[in-house]
């Protein structure tokens, strides 16, 4: 029997691509994105597709009652909505903040705690939460998103040893680099808040560098999907799986790399040695 595969986020990148990966593989795909107007190629393709703002506790209870009422049960749940707030930290305003953080970390548990119940009565589930290398090695301008991803980190290590006994798999994905409106969104926010810059004015432009950033050389969202899709229905998934360009070499390189020298370096690449000189 195929497998119920419920995935966030689908309506542009590396939910999208999932979706038909999935799809491709004889899953029974359910796609989920706040416009499902945004997904109209996909119902189109044979894929079931539905409404679901994550952060909205409404829409999460009517998704729960649309699976109840079609005798669905989730066999794994694909965790990759995702917002990117970039700027200064010091200059960010709570209520980006607490939308990056809303979004990211606490949308996501909430999903989780939606599904885990049913998952627990068959004894059966994989749960699959989409993190970031960025989670591994934060760069200067993106402290918030990338404090949001190693907290998605830390809750898949925890989730992975709780649910174990539930027979629940947990797997994290760290993307690299990959082809999405990732950084086209970042940037328009970016754009958005630029007037409020104060202390880093003089290096906005390197702010909203930093937003486009993981499109440099980004891995095709296709090609990602493909690998990950192997990954999740492999017989003996791995815990942490790690796709796409820079995902292995941002990690080694914080590992290796002393403090120092990595501050310095990263200091360089986004002009932050000449905000210094500037004052």
Sequence with gaps: ???????????????????????????????????????????????????????????????????????L???????????????????????????????????????IQAVVPQMARRGRGCIVNIGSVSGVLPTPFSGAYCATKAAVHALSDSLRIELAPLGIRVMVVQPGGIASQFGATASQGVAE????????????????????????????????????????LAANPAAVVRIGHGSFAMPFIKRWLPTPVLDRILSRRFRLDRLSTSR
């Design 193 to 232: 808040r630029s007037a409020s810059l104060s202390l880093y004015a003089p290096v906005a432009d390197a702010i909203a560098a930093r937003a486009n950033a993981s499109q440099d050389k980004a891995t095709p969202a296709e090609e990602f999907a493909r690998v990950m899709v192997d990954a999740v």
């Design 73 to 111: 049960e989730v066999d794994v749940l694909v965790n990759n909505a995702g917002y990117g707030a970039m700027g200064p930290l010091v200059e960010m305003s709570q209520e980006t903040l607490h939308q990056q953080f809303e979004t990211n970390v606490f949308a996501l548990v909430a999903m």
């Design 1 to 71: 029997m195929a497998q119920t595969i419920l995935i966030t986020g689908c309506s542009t990148g590396i939910g999208h691509a999932l979706a038909l990966a999935f799809h491709a593989r004889g899953a029974q795909v359910l796609a989920s994105a706040r416009r499902p107007e945004a997904l109209a190629d996909l119902q189109a393709r044979g894929i079931r597709i539905c409404a679901l703002d994550v952060n909205s506790a409404d829409s999460r209870a009517a998704l729960l009652a649309y699976l109840d009422s079609e005798g």
